[in-house]
């Protein structure tokens, strides 16, 4: 039953008899949630002197629907004449004056300065549809921003139901895994999605609620997995009506849900939620598990983690935050145990085991990271002009690092939506500026996803990536669905790289392998030879012959990890992905016995100029 001093604060719960509390009792949950009986709101707002809740099933009568003071500084009610669709807030009474505010845990607004809309997750149909997340050593993933991804009409934004007319595209590219740029509600109908105004609904101009639930449903039916990414570091900074929500605040913060000290200071403002907070860190578990509960998402990836662990993302122990780790710890842990598969990714950026080790032991708990020192050494080595200015060695540490002997504890990548904006452009673009449509350019970027694609880890790209699409990336510069026709050669290409990441012939297992062999790492003729194998032998050893320069190598003698005959799976320079190519090496090879590379067997390769080459064995 209610505790006595929550009736003796409130004259109203004085008027309650044994009946009304065990009502109260009885929804659970916070926001508001539908049942039979109309809709139960929930709100938490301990410094409020009174709470009613406003709408239009009340003609937003602040008197009409008092609600009762309960523990925690939680105020509920049921109010039996509402239902699905009606539009609402909270009304507020306060010693700081009074205010109108959206509900924290709204699944649909209006807009970010409208009015919260009760949706109810019951009502949308699944159909049963069966769908399994692939292995982790499975997952090819294509980032993508649903505002700019498929754009059908001028001046307007791509939604989700645009996105999910080129799902069939991204089926026939191979990719099993889709990872959406943050639609939680946002200012505004364009941004990249990382100033989030109503972290539980569903930006509006995207689709809604309905809208990701569509999109989430055809992707599967479609084989696709979803990952979702959130933002947990800060929170706004504007539309925020949890800004200072129930009117208190100190030395000039942002009142409950948020630091009110020097930990609230980000680069984003002081909009840090606090991490120490019980109530604030149930609002964020909650909105973790409600996307992969409520919407069927597969995976999550956490937004600068390195801001919820430490203050200033400077590696200070003095600005470590522990309540942010220990929530992190909790979220993860919690998903582990509850949705097997799914996988939480962290972009910390600071390449540490700790972010992806076990919460077991002592780590964070997420099941991979953004690999910073991948991206960097790789976008470094195809970009730079000068052939003789490419570090080999650098190279090599980017394919074979790992976190805590786990090569999928890493996403690898030449591009995200970070390293084609901010002051950089698309690798392509920063190869030959303003000509993506350049021998240079188009031979260095796919040898960039082809090591992307070979090197042990969970491989990424980016949208437009197969379009060779120039200049960077802008949430007003939508992707040009064009250059499909015209750089179709180049879109085959990713194609033909991803369906042999995936085994997709059954001949290339080795590529979803732990392990890499580096056979040969020149740094003078600048070219890697590596051997990628998950138990080795034929359909399973795969080598992998990247050439980091102009030369073309005409008997390039290597060593080879088993005698035979080995079938050519790839080679980037082939003409089929684009007339300039130069189509050399195009042909099979056989081993001579003979030591090289500390292997008893050897081959003879042509490898043409900035190229990839792999091959793989029948039997």
Not at 52 to 61: A, E, H, L, Y
Not at 222 to 244: E, K, Q
Request: proline share 4%; glycine share 8%; aromatic share 12%.
């Amino acid at each position: 039953m209610l505790d006595s001093k929550l009736t003796s604060q409130n004259p109203y719960m004085e008027n309650l008899n044994t009946e009304d509390t065990d009502i109260i009792e009885n929804f659970e949950g916070m926001g508001a949630i539908c049942h039979p009986e109309g809709v139960h709101y929930r709100v938490w707002a301990p410094n409020a002197d009174s709470v009613s809740v406003v709408g239009s099933f009340n003609d937003w009568n602040a008197e009409a629907n008092p609600m009762h003071q309960e523990e925690n500084g939680n105020w509920g009610l049921l109010v039996e004449n509402s239902k699905e669709g009606d539009e609402y807030k909270f009304a507020l009474k306060t010693p700081n004056g009074d205010f109108q505010r959206n509900d924290p845990y709204a699944l649909k607004v209006t807009n970010s300065v409208g009015n919260s809309v009760v949706y109810n997750h019951a009502s949308f149909d699944w159909q049963d549809a069966n769908y399994s997340m692939p292995s982790w050593n499975e997952l090819v993933i294509y980032e993508l921003h649903i505002g700019t991804f498929h754009v059908k009409d001028e001046n307007h934004i791509g939604t989700f139901y645009t996105a999910i007319e080129k799902l069939g595209y991204l089926k026939e590219l191979g990719i099993n895994a889709v990872e959406l740029m943050p639609s939680a509600e946002f200012p505004g109908d364009r941004s990249w999605g990382y100033n989030p105004s109503n972290p539980f609904a569903i930006e509006s101009d995207y689709g809604g609620p309905e809208g990701l639930k569509a999109f989430v449903k055809a992707a599967h039916e479609a084989g696709i997995a979803v990952i979702l990414d959130v933002v947990y570091n800060h929170f706004g900074p504007s539309d925020l009506d949890l800004w200072r929500f129930d009117g208190w605040s100190e030395n000039d913060g942002g009142g409950i849900y948020f630091y009110n000290d020097w930990k609230a200071e980000t680069p984003w403002g002081g909009t840090r939620p606090d991490y120490g907070r019980g109530e604030v860190r149930q609002y964020i578990h909650d909105n973790a598990m409600m996307w992969l509960r409520d919407y069927r998402i597969d995976g999550l990836r956490m937004d600068m983690v390195v801001y919820i662990r430490n203050v200033k993302a400077d590696g200070n122990p003095g600005n470590d935050l522990k309540d942010g780790i220990s929530l992190m710890q909790w979220i993860n842990k919690d998903i582990k145990d509850n949705f097997p598969n799914r996988i939480t990714i962290a972009e910390d950026m600071h390449s540490l085991d700790m972010v992806t080790n076990s919460v077991e032991n002592d780590g964070m708990g997420y099941g991979s990271q953004w690999d910073a020192e991948f991206v960097h050494s790789v976008r470094d080595a195809i970009i730079t002009a000068n052939d003789q200015d490419r570090n080999i060695p650098s190279v090599v540490d980017a394919i074979t690092s790992r976190y805590n002997s786990d090569s999928f504890q890493r996403i690898i990548y030449t591009e995200s939506h970070d390293e084609v904006a901010n002051g950089q452009a698309r690798v392509a673009e920063e190869i030959a500026d303003g000509d993506v449509n350049n021998w240079y350019s188009k031979k260095r970027a796919a040898l960039g996803v082809a090591l992307v694609m070979t090197s042990p880890g969970i491989p990424m790209i980016f949208q437009g990536q197969p379009l060779l699409e120039d200049k960077w990336f802008s949430d007003t510069d939508p992707l040009d669905w064009a250059r499909q026709e015209q750089f179709a050669g180049f879109t085959n290409l990713h194609r033909d790289l991803i369906h042999l990441r995936r085994n997709w012939f059954g001949v290339t297992e080795g590529l979803q392998g732990q392990d890499v062999h580096i056979i040969r790492a020149d740094n003078d003729k600048k070219v890697i030879v590596m051997h990628r194998y998950k138990d080795g032998g034929p359909k399973d050893s795969v080598v992998v012959v990247l050439n980091f320069s102009t030369q073309t190598f005409d008997d390039y003698k290597v060593g080879f990890p088993r005698a035979g005959s080995w079938k050519l799976r790839f080679n980037s320079d082939n003409e089929s992905y684009d007339q300039d190519f130069s189509n050399l090496g195009i042909f099979d090879v056989t081993t001579t016995e003979g030591e090289f590379d500390n292997l008893s067997n050897y081959v003879s390769l042509q490898i043409p100029p900035y190229s990839a080459l792999i091959y793989s064995q029948e039997e």
